[in-house]
């Protein structure tokens, strides 16, 4: 492994981290986002994955430095109290963006937004009870240089039926409609989980194949947010087998990065004196400089994450499945077999031959899928951790192990 790496963790030590680069214009940006999630229908089945969806699309917007407006199961009052609170904060922002997960639909080729308290019984319910998307798209419009906007609510919706059929309204569909460019100007993006006028998957346990998608592409180190969406729709038709397929309308005159990390800046990684007593010379540093130094920690990581190797293949890592790894040694193998193997080379550096040469990992480690799985949910909550040590089966081993972990470790 790289000494610089082997330096960051190495035992018994604290690593000092120092990253000689000024932060970008990036890191300065006003960033403010809304994110609505609708599941517990009162006139409706409940959806399976809509505040799941939204909850965690929140919580990784933040990470990116956004200011969070979000709800969940909200009524039609609470939706428009929320909407109003996002519209003040928004206001000459950056970058302004808007996510929701729930039911909607389209009449006559205008989209709305289900509330939970949505009936949807006669013609005037639309007015009362949904919320225009283009309602929405008027408040991040405010002076905002660009918007950007994921809507997964192409969701199966038995109250558009219940609208057309009862109500006799015509032109109901539970898909939405196009959002033609123009009404969001020239610094925008709109995305919608499925084609238009088509429905999106919903399936129980987890995310949405869309929100999925998004979850993992959307945080991508400088990637911009064009090509992360071009990555969000190859996710998506691979995992529903082509039935969905995203749609995605772009009309931005700049790369819109939403993480972006220096990696050419030089990274000097060493030993840190060990902290001073209170009261000793140290103690007049100031919050800001301990503020600054975890912002070059949280930096020299992401530099980190960048010498972390990929798989060869997305697809999900399960216990007894043989995997792509994207290394010959042990491609084509699966974890089971894996870990009654023999390793390739020590586990310990400078242990004898006869110790481990010839011998089978689940001996030496006792493992077993449950105390493997909670080797793997280390590797799964802090991903830099696979680099730690060198491996005998390697580091994409390392790196299955956390992807099994994040999908359940089924």
Known sequence: MNARCVGLFRAGGLAALALLFTLT???????VALVLGNAQYQHAAPLANSVRDAEAIAERLKKLDFDVVSGFDLTKPQTQATIAQFAKRVRRADIALFFYAGHGLQVSGKNYLLPVDAALEDETSLDFEAVSVDFVLRQMSRETSIRLVFLDACRDNPLAEVLAKTAGVHGVSSGLAEIPIEKGGAGTLVAFAASPHQLADDRSGGHSPFTSALLKRIGESNVPITEAMNRVASDVLKATAGKQRPW??????TDVVLHKVDL?????????????????????????ASASGQGDDQLALEVLRQKIPRLASDDPIFFEHPIDFGDPAIDGKSIAQLIKGKPLFSPVE???KSVWEDKHCDGCHEWDEAR?????????????????LQHPLGTRFKVALAKWAQGGCK
Do not use: M
Not at 277 to 285: D, L, P, T, V
């Open 372 to 388: 493997l799985c909670e080797q793997a949910k280390n590797f799964a909550a802090n991903d830099a951790s696979v680099l730690r």
């Open 25 to 31: 214009a990036a890191s300065a940006e006003r960033r």
């Open 264 to 288: 050419n800046a030089p990274l000097i990684v060493g030993e840190a004196s060990a902290p001073q007593a209170e009261g000793g010379s140290g103690a007049g540093n100031t919050g800001a």
């Open 350 to 352: 400078g242990l004898d």
């Open 248 to 253: 995605i309308n772009v009309s931005l005159k």
